[in-house]
């Protein structure tokens, strides 16, 4: 649901910022249309959708961003379609991938704080369409392969409850690349590959990348293609912990830096495993009408060899390391070819963009915070999309951190810049609170330990500060606070964040249940707690949907167990969510 600009903003303000928002324009898809709409050829089948997530690539981990990491397949496919070079994402996972599936805001699914632990009660909410659902109402096929990351703690939570008709993958946020055990923190592991709802353990020992090509390449193969297939395929690389093959760490036996050389193993074994899956489109008779999407899920993690230089940052921080991503598209559907697309396109997007495609936009555009932006790609036209709110976490604040100087003076009296928030309005970016680490962490200076990191230049613009300003345009690199210089401009960005926030609903934050613990079902991560039944007093279905009874496992061993497991072991949880 996109925030409604209030009363009282002047046309001057709006000619400051340059058209601050902007409501897409089209006709309702009703019920009954067909399925399948399009206009120029009414028998053609749908493009095929494969959508390629890439976990932690950094902005400069590419070959055509001057990478040291050789990608000559992912060089080759940007430069054959359209570079997206002004893409946003989330600085961590679960918000990334969430707002693909939803094409919603955090603020507007309750996730705003945070990625979805593994232990944690929480998944997308069950109300809200998913992309693959939509997708298959619309006459396609939807299958996923690799990390899930969006909650499983009810079967209902699961990928294949939630639209896709197959599953190979993780559901947790990291594990082993090999032996696909995660862990979530020191006292709670177990296994997590799953074929469908069952953990795969016929197949541990295989690498994860290598593993879900081959499962991507077998329903290419086995899928009849004059059906339309969508395909999200969510790479584990280059998460940690880092780990690659001996021949692809071979390629980089130069580097002295252990952490880099693996991550650029990670890296090279994502670029040939994209190269695989092309090459199979195309013998499969694919291509011809095919649309391929490249995206990074968030910033590189320069503690972990990633490198997102020259912009400010990394994962976990709203600076542009942290949100500006990696993104292409490949196409031979494409209008324009070979380009390089400067619009505004964020993560959001994808939602309604690929439903347009289908052939079944959706229905009320402005219940989305999403935008069609196909046109831009393709054409070239002028981009719908004219601001992103990247976030407005109130979970950020600290209990009893409370100061009234960061509402009355920081904030103008308009917004509590002690929360944290950040938004872009056309070519300014604002940030507020604790955004994160803004280091700028040149390539050179990547980790190989402690002392690696003194020649590092460091910002010199956080300590004490609560409110930034960037004209991303001319600055890209956040070199150039403005906040003090442009106060105009500062005040009408807070009120912004203050509309979206009165369209907040609360943060989603439940602590962990100790009942999830692997150990307690047979050393898997699994769903722990029962599906939701609806029950009439007299045992009948209800017809409205109320009386709802959440029934639980129950296992009173299990239960004392994880009392002892939780009394008996202290929790730490690091500030950035590696």
């Known amino acids: 649901m996109r925030a409604p600009w209030l009363p009282g903003l002047t046309v ?14 089209g006709l309702p898809h009703t019920a009954e249309e067909p399925a399948y709409k399009n206009t120029s050829d009414k028998g053609r089948v749908p493009p095929h ?16 961003h001057g990478s040291d990491i050789h990608t000559p397949v992912l060089d080759q496919l940007a430069a054959e379609g359209v570079k997206l070079e002004n893409y946003y994402v989330q600085p961590i996972c679960s918000p990334s991938r969430s707002q693909l599936m939803t094409g919603r805001y955090q603020i507007h699914t309750g996730l705003q704080h945070s990625i979805i632990r593994s232990r944690q009660p929480l998944c997308l909410p069950p109300d809200m369409p998913t992309l693959p659902e939509r997708l298959w109402q619309a006459g396609y096929s939807t299958h996923m392969v690799g990390k899930w990351h969006l909650g499983f703690c009810r079967p209902e939570c699961l990928p294949t409850a939630r639209g896709f008709q197959s599953f190979l993958g993780s559901l947790t946020g990291s594990g082993d ?21 069952r953990p795969a353990w016929e197949l541990s020992g295989n690498y994860s990348t290598r593993l879900y090509t081959e499962r991507v390449k077998k329903i290419l193969r086995t899928h009849d293609r004059r059906k339309p297939l969508f395909l999200y395929v969510a790479l584990q690389a280059a998460h940690t912990p880092l780990q690659a093959p001996a021949h692809l760490l071979q390629r980089y036996h130069s580097l002295g830096n252990r952490l880099r050389r693996h991550y650029a193993a990670m890296l090279s074994g994502v670029d040939e495993a994209v190269g695989e899956m092309v090459e199979e489109m195309r013998d499969q008779g694919y291509y011809a009408n095919s649309v391929l999407i490249y995206s990074s899920d968030n ?13 400010r940052g990394g994962k976990g921080s709203y600076w542009e390391g942290g949100v500006r991503a990696v993104g292409f598209v490949h196409s031979p559907l494409l209008e324009r070819k070979s380009e390089v697309s400067r619009a505004l396109i964020h993560v959001s997007d994808w939602y309604p963009t690929l439903l347009a495609l289908a052939g079944s936009p959706e229905a009320e555009p402005r219940r989305l915070d999403g935008y ?11 981009c719908p999309r004219t601001e992103i709110l990247f976030n407005i976490d109130p979970v950020s604040r600290r209990p009893g951190e409370v ?8 904030g103008f009296g308009i917004w509590d810049t002690g ?27 990547l980790p190989g330990g402690p002392q690696q990191w003194q020649g590092m230049e460091k910002r010199h613009d956080q300590r004490g500060k609560s409110v930034w300003l960037f004209n991303i345009t001319a600055d890209p690199y956040e070199r150039s606070d403005m906040a003090e210089a442009r106060p105009e401009v500062v005040k009408l960005l807070l009120s912004r964040i203050a509309e979206y926030n009165q369209t907040a609903i609360p943060a989603r934050n439940p602590p962990d249940d100790p009942m999830a613990d692997p150990q307690l079902h047979g050393g898997v991560w699994t769903p722990w707690l029962a599906e939701k039944e609806e029950e009439n007093e007299d045992g009948g279905e209800p017809a409205d949907g ?23 072991t202290r929790l730490h949880r690091s500030a950035l969510f590696f």
């Open 372 to 382: 069609d932006v196909w046109g831009a790609i393709s054409k070239g036209l002028p």
């Open 403 to 410: 100061d009234h100087r960061l509402l009355a003076v920081n």
């Open 49 to 64: 959708i494969i959508f390629v997530m890439v976990d932690d690539q950094g902005y400069s981990d590419v070959g055509y």
């Open 546 to 568: 109320h009386n709802k009874k959440v029934r639980f496992k129950s296992c009173k061993v299990c239960k004392l167990r994880a009392l002892f497991k939780k009394v008996g």
């Open 419 to 445: 929360v944290r928030a950040a938004i872009r309005v056309g070519e300014w970016k604002l940030l507020t609170g604790n955004v994160g680490d803004g280091d700028w962490v040149p390539p050179q200076i």
């Open 177 to 197: 690349h090999f032996n696909f055990q995660s862990c979530d923190g020191a006292e709670a592991c177990g296994f997590d590959l799953h074929d469908g709802e």
């Open 12 to 25: 001057f303000c709006m000619a400051v910022l340059s058209c601050l928002s902007c409501i897409s324009m």
């Open 299 to 311: 910033g590189g993690q320069p503690l972990s060899g990633g490198c997102n230089w020259p912009l």
